[in-house]
């Protein structure tokens, strides 16, 4: 049963039930015409075999370059979003390292006009870090740590202060916390004593 399935499902078996479907249409609307009979179709099945495979062949060719086509529109797209986020990650950076100390002090006061205070402290602390640098007590350096910073501010005149700034940036940095007026006031009022004994440590030199 299974093979007379089979057969009838070939490439032979459909060009047969074809003529004969022909002949049947010819005679019921000519019934004047008498159609021929239905030829005997060789037995193309290994034509058809080929055909069928070629026919998939042309399928998957074209899947595949669809794919591909698919793929390259893609990474194009996510090289450009790159190249842009680089570029402008780039500047931020470029800007940022330009900026001076009392850039970042203008920008936290900018920031605390606008109740936005984690911002404000992020620039005390990068007004901290500057001061640093500037003063020659720790050279900045992009790759150090605010616990390598932690380590190397304890034996400045008040550590505490330089501590207090760590801790807040480390809590902007690992999580969402929102940052009080009160808190930020703490960060300003330490800040504020770290300018106060740089400037003294500058005048004692």
């Not at 057969?7 to 015409?33: A, C």
């Not at 207090?164 to 004593?193: C, K, T, W």
Request: neutral net charge; proline residues 4%; glycine residues 4%.
């Amino acid at each position: 049963m299974a093979a007379e399935q089979f057969q009838k499902s070939d490439f032979n078996w459909q060009l047969q039930q074809f003529f004969r479907q022909v002949g049947e249409w010819i005679e019921l609307n000519f019934p004047q015409v008498q159609p021929p009979n239905a030829p005997d179709v060789p037995n193309w099945g290994f034509l058809s075999w080929w055909l069928e495979a070629g026919f998939w062949t042309i399928i998957g060719l074209f899947v595949l370059w669809l794919g591909f086509q698919i793929y390259l529109a893609v990474r194009s797209y996510l090289n450009r979003n790159q190249a842009q986020i680089a570029k402008l990650l780039d500047r931020r950076s470029t800007a940022e390292k330009e900026r001076t100390i009392s850039g970042w002090v203008k920008s936290a006061q900018e920031f605390q006009q606008q109740g936005n205070y984690r911002e404000a402290s992020r620039a005390l602390y990068m007004a901290m870090l500057q001061r640093l640098n500037e003063t020659k007590l720790i050279p900045g350096d992009e790759s150090r740590t605010d616990r390598e910073y932690s380590r190397l501010v304890q034996l400045l005149p008040q550590a505490e202060s330089y501590q207090m700034l760590l801790e807040i940036h480390e809590l902007l940095y690992f999580s969402n916390l929102p940052i009080s007026a009160e808190m930020f006031d703490r960060v300003q009022r330490a800040y504020g004593n770290i300018e106060r004994s740089t400037v003294d440590m500058a005048k004692m030199a």
